[in-house]
């Protein structure tokens, strides 16, 4: 018997035999000229293409095409030209030297950059095997097993006959990678980052618990018996990651898509968000000259309206100021655009237009089942919640809120909640005016990290005000979209989370398994510590 | 020749799916267009492995170049997907 431990991704108890998936090795010399390497190229950006197309899983789609995109690169395509020779070269060597100093290039810029590197060891793979004429290894899985691998390239998953799949280890990735992903989409038993299970065989019989990160190689019955047993105990008390967004004692957290025109709300629809937590109606009015009309909006709204049925959905009145220029709004030259007139403050100038919008949202909302709210954006004080919430309710607007982004607004969260029936936390600026430090500048990234304590600190003197009004507090910043800071924002008083509709998926699986006591403990953990990292690191540590 | 110079708006950088779409719309078009951060060698924008190699973060300024005096459309579509953010 043999304990092997990772990250618990998805949680579940499973044991089933092993199904190591190895990727082919090419030792043999692969000759070949220009034009076979540029056609191989092109049939595996083909596959890429149709694999996408099988997909459903947006973020497999978008890395596979990324992949496809790179398998058409001209500039690939040139260097790969500029190194092979008249004769026959070994196209492997090509391909490799053709990728080196992309590799170096997008190593160093680690993050996101970096994860590429292994898009283009998957290409050079995918490339190699169709020069050999050998077809995609096609993993055949035709009984219950758990599939072990190094990794799982988007494509991998999307060719797998899943219905076998009960369980996936993986040696390498973090909670947030696709496998994880997957995994919870699936809702299957997962663990990433598990180091040794490279040395599992092919056929090993395995018990894989999901929740503890661990996985036994040739487990006993009695262990696997109390490990389903202790799993069933644990499930009972919880509901499945389908429905609304719920913690793992039921307590529900909206799960909201943010949107900015149809396509976005048509999106959000597909990927199941329970209505959209952030609408942004400045991009409706960024190709125009002129300000839209008031049926032109109400037309606008109420497509918007229709598509949604009965569900909730925040508008956001325009957020525009020196630093987010609306084409027909000529705003003066601003020595400090973030402290300038932007967001509600427009309504010194222009208070027509905000008047305007608020009458044709009211006017779709009428004639629709959808159940609309409403919010203005950098309120700074009680006074400026109290003007808004009256302008919007002589509009006949049911449902008034306030975007908190300002620690002026935060830190009196609780005479601006006697104002307005609900807020939501702009975490982005709410961030970025705490830290006085520019968001837009990356030379100060380091500083605009809503983790830090700072940040943290000040959602909790408004969370607290909103548990202890009965106010419902959203976060529509992109805080909420990582799942780790949600269950802290979640900890510190948060209600709802609204997020790209790529992210929901994720978060909703990942807050499934906690429970809001868990949360709470850990956010009071977390506002103690004294750096972004520390707070990070101590989330992680007791949360997964 | 039409230049343009723009701000990342992209809370990520000019990664994923916003350098996807940069890259798409630009092969499409047939033009000839180049990225570069300002006083610093232009790349191919039809490429999606120097447009990734470039590495551009959030708030940075980026030079579109477009090869012909009549793409202004294509101008507008390119700065605008660049400086739009795709998410709050």
């Known amino acids: 018997m043999k304990t092997i431990n990772g990250i618990g991704v998805s949680p579940g108890v499973v044991s089933a035999p092993a199904f190591y998936v190895a990727k082919t090795k090419h030792a043999e010399i692969v000759l070949g000229s220009l034009s076979e390497i540029l056609s191989a190229l092109e049939s595996v950006a083909k596959d890429l293409d149709s694999k996408a197309a099988q997909t459903n899983m947006t973020i497999a789609k978008d890395v596979i095409e990324a992949q496809a995109m790179i398998a058409r690169d001209p500039e690939l395509h040139s260097k790969i030209q500029s190194l092979i020779g008249e004769s026959s070269s070994d196209l492997r060597i090509v391909l490799e030297k053709s990728f080196e100093q992309f590799k170096i290039d997008l190593t160093n810029l680690g993050g996101y950059f970096a994860e590429r590197v292994s898009d283009l060891d998957e290409i050079k793979h995918l490339v190699v095997n169709k020069l050999l004429g050998l077809e995609e290894a096609s993993i055949d899985i035709m009984s219950d097993s758990i599939l072990v691998a190094e990794d799982l390239s988007p494509a991998d998953t999307a060719t797998i006959n899943l219905k076998f799949v009960k369980g996936l280890v993986v040696s390498k990735g973090g909670p947030t990678s696709h496998t994880a992903i997957v995994a919870r989409n699936l809702g299957i038993p997962a663990i990433v980052g598990a180091k040794g299970a490279e040395n599992i065989r092919h056929g090993d019989f395995l018990l894989l618990n999901g929740r503890k990160g661990v996985v036994i190689v040739d487990p006993s019955s009695t262990e696997i018996n109390s490990a389903i047993k202790r799993e069933r105990e644990l499930k009972n008390k919880t509901s499945r990651v389908s429905g609304p967004g719920r913690l793992k004692d039921k307590t529900l957290v909206n799960l909201l898509a943010n949107a900015g025109n149809i396509q976005d709300a048509k999106k959000a629809l597909e990927l199941d968000a329970e209505g959209i937590g952030l609408f942004r109606t400045e991009l409706l009015y960024l190709n125009q000259t002129k300000i839209p009309t008031i049926n032109e909006q109400v037309a606008l709204f109420s497509e918007l309206f229709e598509m949604f049925n009965d569900k909730k959905i925040i508008i956001r009145t325009l957020d525009a100021g020196s630093d987010k220029p609306v084409p027909f709004l000529k705003s003066e030259k601003e020595e400090n655009p973030a402290l300038g007139v932007r967001g509600w403050r427009l309504v010194r100038e222009h208070k027509q237009i905000i008047s305007e919008q608020l009458k044709a949202i009211s006017i779709a909302a009428e004639k629709s089942k959808c159940d609309v709210w409403v919010m203005a954006p950098m309120i700074d004080t009680p006074n400026e919640a109290k003007e808004f919430s009256g302008l919007a309710k002589s509009f006949g607007i049911k449902k008034v809120g306030v975007m908190i982004e300002t620690p002026a607004a935060a830190i009196l969260a609780d005479k601006i909640f006697a104002e307005v029936d609900f807020a939501s936390l702009g975490t982005n600026d709410l961030t970025q005016y705490v830290m006085a430090a520019d968001r837009l500048d990356s030379r100060l990234s380091d500083l605009t990290n809503t983790w830090h304590p700072s940040v943290l600190r000040m959602i909790q003197i408004a969370g607290s005000y909103a548990t202890k009004m009965n106010k419902p507090l959203g976060v529509c910043g992109e805080a909420g979209a990582d799942p780790l800071l949600a269950a802290i924002l979640i900890g510190l008083g948060v209600t709802s989370l609204s997020m790209s509709s790529n992210s929901i998926e994720e978060v909703k699986g990942f807050i499934s398994t906690l429970t809001k006591s868990q949360c709470e403990k850990t956010a009071l953990k977390v506002v103690r510590c004294s750096s972004a990292e520390q707070a990070r690191d101590l989330a992680q540590k007791e949360l997964n | ?88």
Do not use: C, F, W, Y
Not at chain 2, 8 to 29: C, D, E, N, Y
Not at chain 2, 62 to 86: G, R
């Open chain 2, 1 to 88: 020749m039409i230049k343009a110079t723009t701000k990342i708006a992209h809370a990520v950088g000019l990664h994923a799916r916003p350098a996807a779409m940069v890259v798409k719309l630009v092969s499409s078009s047939g033009e000839k267009v180049t990225l570069s951060r300002l006083n610093q060698s232009p790349v191919n924008a039809a490429s999606m492995l120097s447009v990734l190699s470039l590495g551009l973060k959030q708030g940075e300024e980026v030079e579109i170049s477009i090869d012909s005096d009549e793409a202004n459309d294509l101008m507008e579509q390119i700065v605008s997907l660049i400086s739009t953010p795709l998410d709050e």
